[in-house]
């Protein structure tokens, strides 16, 4: 999967194969590099000597490097954080700091209100104003719950209130550890600034890394970001285009907050650092901004705010060194929480510190019925807006039950020598089921998402949608933290019991994954779509269940739950034993990790 994990610039050495004492350097290039990895193709720069003296023909051993960038921001992280008050770290006893306040006079809600029957509810305007008030140093603010209960927005209301403020001046850098969580951020205050009538432009920057591409820009975003249309390239912005009059506002993934002290922004110049996904990134990418532009190396205790948004029951950092799974796979949201300042004391958290959201917007009551239950103690609440567009359409299987299980029995393959898996059967069902919800239903392109865990599924889906959906997005489960769509189709791709061990060895696919299942399954806010092979989703605690509860809905079609049929290998044959695909999937060591499958981790691909 994405292996090798190329981005723009990285160092490749190439040995010709008459002279393999020989090496050289070449460069990964620019154009189009994420699409042509995705085919198996990688175009590189090399000095002119090469070129040169290459003879057509001549084959060449090809050896990637490791780009240390994204370490070496984590490294700095820590070396700062003792920039840091203590307590920002480790709270234990935090201390009043009155007249902190980021914004002047009263706060009055900003966000929804041009939405009619939406505004922002009573735990989210508690969490705002504690955040702007700033009454307590040396703690970070923790915003956590459930999945839709509008923890993004009322970030959105926070920056809002400190953007619009023009006496204050206070100034917010907002991360997220996903390129995709971030622009979903930028794209909600974009929208929020414009109906608050003020030029968007001129408040927020969205920095992308130097190493994205024009085609990984969100569209709505260029505008507002650091591309450079001349050059046809991201720049690396000075500290007058990021800390001016006009810029309050500054989005990027963690890592390139982590850059900023290299982009010349010193401590001090911002008042607030909010993450948000804070549970998706491991501690030091976490701090990575906090430590960049927060405290001073004077140590003193007015350093500014450090807010963390997130979910512990979604999607953790991803760790694959097995020495480092024990100290990097908490996120320090999911540590902090764990502190007794963050507890609930007498029945009540301490609201100057953490607040816990419970009202769900986002989904259709009986799509948020199951996570809920199974993740959430049946705490989370149906709120806001029914959700029922599509509860009438024609296309559900039973009346009013917005949520389809199609069981297949298709057939796992892969193509030629890649490790990435794929199902034409899926792929197939996946289009037909775009084009009912397009067609007959009256659903935009844009506002269908479709999740599955293998990159090639990724990619021949977006194969099969063609232009006419080109703005379906596909991805894996990792792109849609944070996100939501009215429509979303899971594509679980696995149809054959014997390759689950490989996946629950090497932490792949949707099996065995409850942190997958929940972001999956949560994302849909007015139709579910889940096509997979009952056979081997029963095997799973959650996907099981969840298929049962549609099932007893009514709302379960295709092949049946009874069907008895031997697996099929990539080839058609039959398989019966899991020696059989261990051969197939190759280089098993001899604690059973398959390189191949080891390289198949979707959520390996680096996030600049
Ligand atoms: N007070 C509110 N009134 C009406 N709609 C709301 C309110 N708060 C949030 N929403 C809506 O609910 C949906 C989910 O909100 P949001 O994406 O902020 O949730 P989240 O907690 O960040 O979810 P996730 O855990 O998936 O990131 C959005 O469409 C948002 O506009
Ligand atoms: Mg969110």
């Given at each position: 999967e994405n292996r090798p994990s190329v981005v723009i610039g990285d160092k490749v050495l190439l040995s010709p194969r008459a002279h393999p004492e020989r090496t050289f350097v070449a460069y990964a290039d620019r154009k189009d590099l994420r699409q042509d990895a995705a085919r198996g193709n990688l175009k590189i720069k090399v000095s002119a000597k090469i070129r040169d003296a290459a003879v057509k023909g001549a084959r060449f051993d090809v050896r990637f490097t490791i780009n240390r960038a994204s370490l070496e921001i984590a490294r700095q992280a820590v070396l700062h954080s003792n920039e840091l008050p203590l307590g920002l770290l480790f709270p234990s006893r935090p201390t009043d700091n009155p007249r902190q306040e980021l914004v002047s006079g009263k706060i009055r809600p900003i966000n929804f209100t041009h939405q009619k029957g939406n505004e922002i509810n009573g735990l989210q305007r508690e969490a705002v104003e504690a955040i702007l008030k700033n009454d307590v140093k040396d703690a970070p603010f923790i915003l956590y719950g459930p999945p839709g209960t509008g923890k993004t927005e009322t970030v959105v209301e926070v920056i809002l209130q400190l953007v619009l403020d023009?006496?204050?001046m206070s100034r917010v850098l907002a991360c997220a550890p996903s390129n995709t969580a971030a622009d979903v951020l930028a794209c909600r205050l974009k929208r929020e600034l414009r109906f608050s009538h003020h030029h968007d432009s001129q408040k927020m920057i969205r920095i992308y890394s130097t190493t994205r591409e024009y085609g990984e820009m969100h569209k709505d975003l260029k505008e507002c970001s650091n591309w450079d249309g001349k050059k046809e390239m991201f720049f690396v912005p000075k500290r007058d285009q990021i800390v001016n009059k006009d810029i309050r506002v500054v989005i990027c993934t963690c890592f390139v907050g982590g850059q900023l002290r290299d982009f010349g922004v010193k401590k001090g110049d911002f008042d607030l650092v909010i993450v948000d996904e804070a549970g998706q990134a491991t501690e030091p990418d976490c701090l990575a901004p906090a430590a960049a532009v927060l405290g001073d190396s004077e140590g003193r205790q007015n350093c500014g705010r450090l807010v963390l948004c997130g979910d512990p029951k979604q999607l953790g950092p991803m760790v694959l060194s097995r020495e480092a799974q024990d100290t990097l796979s908490k996120s320090m949201l999911e540590r902090i929480l764990e502190m007794r300042a963050y507890k609930k004391h007498r029945g009540k958290y301490n609201s100057k510190l953490v607040v816990r959201l419970l009202d769900c917007y986002r989904m259709h009551k009986d799509i948020l019925k199951l996570p809920s239950r199974m993740f959430y103690e049946n705490e989370l609440r149906a709120e806001g807006p029914p959700h029922d567009r599509l509860q009438n359409w024609n296309g559900l299987k039973a009346r009013g039950l917005p949520i389809i299980f199609e069981g297949v029995r298709g057939k796992d393959m892969r193509e030629g020598n890649s490790p990435s898996w794929f199902n034409n059967h899926e792929v197939e069902v996946v289009r037909d089921y775009v084009k009912q919800v397009t067609?007959?239903?009256?659903?935009?392109?844009?506002?269908i998402g479709i999740i599955t865990p293998y990159r090639k599924q990724v990619h021949k889906i977006q194969k099969a949608l063609g232009r006419e959906f080109q703005d379906v997005s596909v991805g894996p489960v990792e792109d849609f933290q944070g996100q939501e769509k009215l429509v979303i189709i899971i594509s679980t791709v696995r149809s054959n019991r014997h390759f689950l061990a490989f996946d629950r060895a090497h932490r792949l696919g949707f099996i065995d994954n409850p942190k997958r299942f929940n972001v999956a399954v949560t994302r849909a806010m007015a139709l579910l779509i889940v096509i997979g092979n009952p056979r081997v989703l029963s095997g799973d605690l959650h996907w099981g269940a969840l298929m049962h509860q549609i099932q007893e809905g009514g709302g379960y079609v295709g092949m049946s739950l009874k069907e008895q049929s031997p697996d099929v290998g990539a080839d058609g044959e039959n398989r019966d034993t899991f020696e059989d695909y261990a051969e197939e999937m190759g280089d098993v060591d001899e604690v059973g990790i398959s390189n191949r499958a080891q390289q198949e981790a979707p959520n390996m691909q680096r996030d600049f």
């Amino acid at each position: 999967e994405n292996r090798p994990s190329v981005v723009i610039g990285d160092k490749v050495l190439l040995s010709p194969r008459a002279h393999p004492e020989r090496t050289f350097v070449a460069y990964a290039d620019r154009k189009d590099l994420r699409q042509d990895a995705a085919r198996g193709n990688l175009k590189i720069k090399v000095s002119a000597k090469i070129r040169d003296a290459a003879v057509k023909g001549a084959r060449f051993d090809v050896r990637f490097t490791i780009n240390r960038a994204s370490l070496e921001i984590a490294r700095q992280a820590v070396l700062h954080s003792n920039e840091l008050p203590l307590g920002l770290l480790f709270p234990s006893r935090p201390t009043d700091n009155p007249r902190q306040e980021l914004v002047s006079g009263k706060i009055r809600p900003i966000n929804f209100t041009h939405q009619k029957g939406n505004e922002i509810n009573g735990l989210q305007r508690e969490a705002v104003e504690a955040i702007l008030k700033n009454d307590v140093k040396d703690a970070p603010f923790i915003l956590y719950g459930p999945p839709g209960t509008g923890k993004t927005e009322t970030v959105v209301e926070v920056i809002l209130q400190l953007v619009l403020d023009a006496r204050k001046m206070s100034r917010v850098l907002a991360c997220a550890p996903s390129n995709t969580a971030a622009d979903v951020l930028a794209c909600r205050l974009k929208r929020e600034l414009r109906f608050s009538h003020h030029h968007d432009s001129q408040k927020m920057i969205r920095i992308y890394s130097t190493t994205r591409e024009y085609g990984e820009m969100h569209k709505d975003l260029k505008e507002c970001s650091n591309w450079d249309g001349k050059k046809e390239m991201f720049f690396v912005p000075k500290r007058d285009q990021i800390v001016n009059k006009d810029i309050r506002v500054v989005i990027c993934t963690c890592f390139v907050g982590g850059q900023l002290r290299d982009f010349g922004v010193k401590k001090g110049d911002f008042d607030l650092v909010i993450v948000d996904e804070a549970g998706q990134a491991t501690e030091p990418d976490c701090l990575a901004p906090a430590a960049a532009v927060l405290g001073d190396s004077e140590g003193r205790q007015n350093c500014g705010r450090l807010v963390l948004c997130g979910d512990p029951k979604q999607l953790g950092p991803m760790v694959l060194s097995r020495e480092a799974q024990d100290t990097l796979s908490k996120s320090m949201l999911e540590r902090i929480l764990e502190m007794r300042a963050y507890k609930k004391h007498r029945g009540k958290y301490n609201s100057k510190l953490v607040v816990r959201l419970l009202d769900c917007y986002r989904m259709h009551k009986d799509i948020l019925k199951l996570p809920s239950r199974m993740f959430y103690e049946n705490e989370l609440r149906a709120e806001g807006p029914p959700h029922d567009r599509l509860q009438n359409w024609n296309g559900l299987k039973a009346r009013g039950l917005p949520i389809i299980f199609e069981g297949v029995r298709g057939k796992d393959m892969r193509e030629g020598n890649s490790p990435s898996w794929f199902n034409n059967h899926e792929v197939e069902v996946v289009r037909d089921y775009v084009k009912q919800v397009t067609a007959g239903a009256g659903i935009r392109p844009q506002s269908i998402g479709i999740i599955t865990p293998y990159r090639k599924q990724v990619h021949k889906i977006q194969k099969a949608l063609g232009r006419e959906f080109q703005d379906v997005s596909v991805g894996p489960v990792e792109d849609f933290q944070g996100q939501e769509k009215l429509v979303i189709i899971i594509s679980t791709v696995r149809s054959n019991r014997h390759f689950l061990a490989f996946d629950r060895a090497h932490r792949l696919g949707f099996i065995d994954n409850p942190k997958r299942f929940n972001v999956a399954v949560t994302r849909a806010m007015a139709l579910l779509i889940v096509i997979g092979n009952p056979r081997v989703l029963s095997g799973d605690l959650h996907w099981g269940a969840l298929m049962h509860q549609i099932q007893e809905g009514g709302g379960y079609v295709g092949m049946s739950l009874k069907e008895q049929s031997p697996d099929v290998g990539a080839d058609g044959e039959n398989r019966d034993t899991f020696e059989d695909y261990a051969e197939e999937m190759g280089d098993v060591d001899e604690v059973g990790i398959s390189n191949r499958a080891q390289q198949e981790a979707p959520n390996m691909q680096r996030d600049f």
